[in-house]
């Protein structure tokens, strides 16, 4: 199995552009997290889908954030417009869930930075 | 609501020694727990992880750790470190009844010199 696969590794670009990071969960697993790790903030959890359905948004910092999982292989989380505190580290995680808890696979992450 | 409070930023130890992380949680039910690993530009891997039963839990890399319900801890333990275990190690929490969630703590540095 390939694992979690996330684009692009690097991105650096200008404060105001648009942001959009991919995120390919490992096949056959059904729920999908974002992650985003900062010195300041740690480790954050921004949102998680449960079968391409939304859960929990709650860590999604503001507007300019959003994500989408329109099918089960496929994840987007987007920045619009993008500001320099934005400037960390996404990672995308999946998981087979349901019965006992099995462990949380993580991509390599998306290093964002924002001039 | 469920939280995991990691003590230590850093642990020094040196190569040969036990070496021990800290971990203590906050849930509202009862807590799966686990412990991730962190290498340089690299994802989280995961170590172990306590479902229920024995206290103790042995996991990847000769690494354990127990669980301890009167002290809500979980602290991770290897009985003797080497010099690549140096990394950033993660303790999570997961209320039985909070769906998929984890909650990780901040993250501790170890760094295990020669």
């Known amino acids: 199995d390939a694992g979690v696969i996330q684009s692009p590794r690097h991105e650096v670009t200008e404060m105001g552009q648009e942001v959009t990071l991919r995120c390919k969960p490992i096949?056959?697993?059904?729920?999908l997290f974002w992650y985003r790790q900062t010195m300041m903030r740690g480790l954050e959890l921004l949102i998680y889908f449960n079968n391409n359905v939304p859960i929990d948004d709650s860590g999604m910092p503001e507007d300019r954030f959003s994500a989408k999982m329109p099918n089960a292989s496929f994840s987007t989380l987007k920045i619009q417009p993008s500001e320099p505190r934005d400037s960390a580290v996404y990672f995308c995680?999946?998981?087979?869930?349901?019965?006992?808890?099995?462990?949380?696979?993580f991509g390599e992450g998306s290093r964002l930075t924002v001039l | 609501a469920q939280s995991v409070a990691q003590p230590e930023d850093q642990v020094n130890v040196a190569e040969g020694n036990p070496l021990t992380v800290k971990c203590t949680y906050s849930v509202s039910g009862n807590p799966y727990l686990f412990w991730y690993v962190q290498y340089p530009n690299r994802g989280l891997q995961f170590l172990l992880k306590y479902i229920t039963g024995d206290n103790l839990v042995k996991g990847s890399y000769g690494f354990e750790a127990e669980f301890n319900k009167s002290q809500t801890s979980f602290h991770l333990k290897k009985p003797s470190a080497l010099v690549s275990d140096s990394a950033l190690y993660f303790c999570a929490v997961r209320d039985r009844g909070a769906g998929n969630k984890l909650t990780f703590g901040g993250g501790t540095r170890v760094l295990v010199k020669p």
């Open positions: 096949s056959g697993h059904n729920s």
């Open positions: 995680a999946s998981i087979l869930g349901g019965g006992e808890p099995g462990e949380l696979f």
